[in-house]
């Protein structure tokens, strides 16, 4: 019988449960029996949901504190070294996560194409695996005390091994394939002998280009695992199996799961390849976006699937992991209602789920009201007027010169005899703290507690605090705070059309760190300046050079819930335009240098190389969209961080931003290699404080990874600043870490 089936679920709880124990735990103001605690009033609460909303087979060990692909470094005991005197298995965790005063935290990375943050492994030549299972063995066993019968999923071990970083110049992590081996043997026998009947490894680096070693890693890996106890479903998603479709489907495990909403074309190329013993679980509810899904057309799928492998072999489930969706849109109550009757968060997505089910096992008239309350959404959607608006669809049609005025050396000597800086400048990337103080005046203003008046003074008088921080801490280029922002895409997305917002909409960015992406439902147009007011004003304070803040098109892109009724790149274009026009009214206000935001460029480059040339064409001109208007002594500055920038550095180049700054103290300046190769020739800043840690770098640690910078990079090109935006953290760390940071520059400037 068909089986309706999930891959994973939103961990950090409706009203972010899971974020207030992590970070209360973190503050020491609570134990870790009360983090552990919430993390398991959450598990049961989403196994009985799923259950409750008839899903057939439900996954456990999908939670996570933080990260799954750290869960697997633990799970597999590749704990780096500099972590090893930490007993206590809480703090090691986190340690590994966030860094310690001693140690600094693990690398951190963009999962695939989304805004989801992993833990990079750290493999060293001569690695040692062995075997954690608490976690899987404990959460399996949770759930079964509670009735519930689940499928552990688990990180497969050639992705595992393909996302981690060798420590070691002369090691492969493939080739630590045939060590870790036995110890996935022995898990997968140890959660047979616990009653788990079936595990899901999850394996998403097939839908990628794979070498042959890899291809080799796979074979020898399932071969062996294949035998090690229960039956195996192995799990791709975000793209299309292309041809890696044999590999997978020849592999020896029971099951298949492919994403359907992704890549719809492939079912049959799976159907000829995969053998007639196996299951095949289709996902056809997008997993990764928010629109209700088109129950019509995902049940045509289905039924060429049951048609094909018959009922028993049969499974449904989401695109992927719900962990990329809110969690109910039953808590929208203030969202409009017929935008609400276009989405879907992860409990409707189980609900949908659940009536292709039904549908497939009794006919659709047993599923008659989904499809109606489906279909109905399609048509008012494709009706309505308040998507489309022909004069924003007639701009973007509009040529644009995309080049600046002049070539960079001409604007660097124009710039360099406007803001006379010193070498070495410093700045900040661009948000401050936001305390207890601001959250607390920002909820106070929407809740009408706080009138528009007194918001403002409050904004007014914290922004003044900042600048005078800054002035006395001796920053170069100063940043007016962001005190007035919400989220670096949410809010920009408040003041332009084509927007829509959610009140609970919250999704995991990484560890405690959730966003509440905006949704994009029509046409993108900017009714009103939306920065200048803040940045102007804080200018007048100071006679240093301010620099005004901005997000960039490909970002609030990414970084939203983007409608899926034309191109991206059009959306994309669209934006790019609200934001050309709020980069010129800053240059009209006196701001001389602005920083447009691209930390999400990579972030959208399609997973198969094949795709890459058609995106980054596109992408990198919506970012010179926004910035070539500009005089040649205006600064345009950009900032990209925690993502693999190698692959693109051609397409970063073209970008033609006069200064870009990058993350790179996680990866120990790393990063600059792909600059320096490329002979990059505009300026770079470097980050040489890692912000999403708690320790505070010293002097010593910056000036020793600004000198390596300078051994690739001529020290003309170089700028002092943090890795990314300082909002997280507080102010006592902000000026010990700044102040480390100046006096950085003055050793180099010596």
Known sequence: MTRSANLGFPRIGLHRELKKAQESFWKGATDAAALHTTAADLRARHWTLQRDAGIDVIPSNDFSLYDHVLDTSVLTGAIPPRFAGIDDPDQLYFAMARGTADAPAMEMTKWFDTNYHYIVPELHAGQAFALDAAKPLSQYREAKALGIETRPVILGPVTFLSLAKAKDAELDPLDLIDALIPVYADLLARLAGAGAQWVQVDEPILVLDLTEKQKAAFRNAYDVLGKAGPSLLLATYFGSLLDNTELAAGLAVAGLHIDLVRAPDQLDAVFAALPKNKVLSVGVVDGRNIWRTDLDRAFGLVARAWDKVGPDRLELAPSCSLLHSPVDLDAETALDVELKSWLAFARQKLDEVAALSLAQKRGRGAAKPAFEASAAAMATHKASPRIHKPAVKSRATEAIPLDRHSPFPARRDRQRARFKLPAYPTTTIGSFPQTSAVREARAA??????????????????????????????????????????????????????????????????????????????????????????????????????????????????????????????????????????????????????????????????????????????????????????????????????????????????????????????????????????????????????????????????????????????????????????????????????????????????
């Open 445 to 750: 203003h929407k809740k009408g507690l706080l009138d528009a008046a007194g918001y403002d003074a409050f904004l007014e008088r914290e922004t003044e605090s900042a600048i005078r921080i800054q002035e006395e801490l001796g920053l170069d280029v100063l940043v007016h705070g962001e005190f007035e922002r919400n989220d670096m895409v949410e809010y920009f997305g408040e003041q332009l059309d084509g927007f829509a917002f959610t009140k609970n909409g919250w999704v995991q960015s990484y560890g405690s760190r959730c966003v509440k992406p905006p949704v994009i439902y029509g046409d993108v147009s900017r009714p009103a300046p939306m920065t200048v007011r803040w940045s102007a004003y804080a200018a007048s304070l100071t006679d240093r050079h301010m620099k005004g803040m901005l997000t960039g098109p490909v970002t609030i892109l990414q970084w939203s819930f983007v409608r899926v009724d034309q191109p991206r790149s059009q959306t994309c274009r669209q934006i790019g335009l609200a934001i050309r026009d709020e980069v010129l009214d800053l240059e009209a206000a006196g701001i001389g240098i602005i920083q447009i935001d691209e930390p999400a460029l990579r972030e959208g480059l399609p997973l198969r190389q094949a795709d890459w040339e058609s995106y980054l064409r596109w992408a990198v001109d919506c970012f010179r969209l926004s910035a070539s208007g500009v005089a040649d002594d205006t600064q345009i500055h950009t900032h990209m961080c925690y993502a693999e920038f190698n692959d693109i550095m051609p397409a970063i180049a073209e970008m033609d931003a006069d200064v870009i700054s990058i993350e790179t103290s996680r990866s120990d300046m790393e990063l600059l290699e792909a600059f320096r190769d490329l002979k990059y020739p505009n300026e770079i800043g470097p980050g040489v404080w890692d912000i999403h840690s708690p320790r505070i770098p010293s002097r010593d640690d910056m000036v020793a990874l600004m000198r390596k910078a300078a051994e690739g990079i001529p020290a003309a090109q170089l700028w002092v600043n943090p890795d990314c935006g300082l909002k997280t953290r507080n102010w006592p760390e902000v000026k010990a870490s700044l102040g480390h940071l100046v006096e950085t520059a003055r050793i180099l400037r010596g």
